[in-house]
Each structure stands twice: as C-alpha cells, then as structure tokens.
C-alpha cells in the first residue's frame, strides 16, 4: 500500500512539475515584437553613441571619442578581465568610469544607469562580429569606419 501511495505522489509532483514548465514556456517573439527590440536597442546605441562624443561627461574638454574613436581599443567582447589602471578585474563598465573620472576628470556615471547602459551598448555594438585575440596587444587598433568620414551611428547611417 505505501508502495503505491508513493507513486501517486511521484506521478502528482511530476504532473504539477510539467504544468508549471508548460506554463513558464515562452511564445516565440513576433517580427513586429523582435523590430521594437531592435530599435530600443539601436536608440540605446545612439545615445551611447552622443555620450561617447560628448565633452560634457568631463571637466576639460575630453571625450571618450578622443582617445577612443569609434569605441577602438575598449574590446568590450573582452570583459570582464584584469585590468591595471583598475588594479583588479574589473568591468567595461568600470573601465568607462575610470576613464570618466581620470583622464576626462569627470563624475563617474552610476554603474546601473541608462547613460552608462547605453555608452556600454555603443562600444559593443561598435565591435560586432570583431574576433576575441589572446593577446591585450592584438586587441588594439581601430574599428573600420564603413562609411562616412567619422563613425556610423546608425546601420547604413553616418554622422
């Protein structure tokens, strides 16, 4: 008898176990759902994009564009990794930051913030499809500029 209570149990776990699984199954996005998505990202990008070339995040008249023109050299396929200026192993996003408060002699943007989000959505953006290299110094260089005199700021768009 208690042999067969217990596979009643097992099979009930099972059963509310499988509907809880059928419940939490996600619909696969529209294309109408997957377009929205892309464009909140590519606005993230775009605002990434005006920080990036904007004085204004510092106190001198530096921009991260200055030392990093279309987000060259910040390799952010790369983090989280050691970084010296750091001291630690740290994030792009406290990569940014430092840069921010040392050379831009700037107040640090909030690590959770949209700016902070959205200037880390334009150097990855900036570096799609870019290969991993082992090395800190095959990693250096600038991002192919496709089109246009400066960087692109949008797909097929330039500034």
Known sequence: MKTHQHHANAIYILLVLLSMTTLQAKEPLSS????D???MLIDFVARGDALWHSE?????????GNCHPDASATNPHTWPK???NLGKVGTLREMINWCIA???LGKPLALDSD????????????????A????KDEQHGGIPVISG???????????
Do not use: F, K, S
Request: contains cysteine; aromatic residues 8%.
């Open 32 to 35: 109408a759902a997957a377009e």
């Open 37 to 39: 998505q892309r464009n």
């Open 56 to 64: 204004d995040l510092g106190t001198n008249g530096l921009a991260c």
């Open 82 to 84: 050691y970084q010296t």
């Open 102 to 104: 040392v050379p831009m």
């Open 115 to 130: 700016d902070m989000i959205a200037m880390e959505a334009y150097a990855t953006y900036m570096h799609r499809g870019v």
């Open 132 to 135: 991993i290299a082992p090395a």
């Open 149 to 159: 005199p400066g960087y692109p700021t949008a797909v097929g768009g330039n500034r």
